[in-house]
């Protein structure tokens, strides 16, 4: 039985009775799960002899109403397609750097029984492809203490774009503290940090500050932004992660 069948097969024992009744639009879990199997695939990349990277962190984003129509089942369904995305990638030999999320967010430009999927590398305790837990190079192990959360901010490699704001230099480095809940980050003159580098869009991510979460979301970028050598649509930041916007490296810090 393949992992499609198997997830539908768990489904069926969960669907019942006002269950049931969210799945009468168009939208179809199944479909769904086609296409977070579709994402990994499509993003698998290989980082190392025999061990090929996917995504760990997926975002279904839906119309309204099918949001609030799965607003009560969310938590089970992506319970379920989270297990569906780890059972593919041992069937595929896929590795992940993380725990393995699916969230459901609605988009007022979508229709009713239309999806979009988002994707992204959440780093974190290295899971491979034999079921193994592994902490990744340089990551505090468990007893390791309790790392306190710092000021989030932006390091900014030298080589890359000349950046404008409110920067402070370090040597060859460059910080950018992230001040405010939103930051937009590109080559326009309007942006919070203004990165002269003509691989940059004029608005190119933004970053949003949510409690102790920094998520960074691409603004539609002509040449794309890559996070730990993945290009990503939308990703949580974590300490030590590195972004590149055309030929800028920076490191997120919260250290």
Known sequence: MGVLQRFERRLEGMI????AMAFKS???PVEVASAVQREMDERA???AQGRTLVPNDFIVELSDSDKERLEVYADSLGQELSKLARDYATEQGYSFVGPVRVHFRSDEGLKTGRFRIRSGVVRGSMIDKDGEV???VGDPGPGSGQQQSGRPRLL???GGATAEGSIASHGMQ???ELTTPVTLLGRGTDCDLRLVDNGVSRHHVEIRLDG???IL???GSTNGTFVNGQQVGQVRLVDGSRVSLGRTTMTFRRD
């Open 16 to 19: 019942e009775g006002t269950f």
């Open 26 to 28: 168009e939208l179809q």
């Open 45 to 47: 990349a290989i980082v």
């Open 134 to 136: 592994r902490q990744p």
């Open 156 to 158: 900014i490699s030298p």
């Open 174 to 176: 460059q910080s950018f």
């Open 212 to 214: 102790d979460e920094a």
């Open 217 to 219: 979301v691409d603004k």
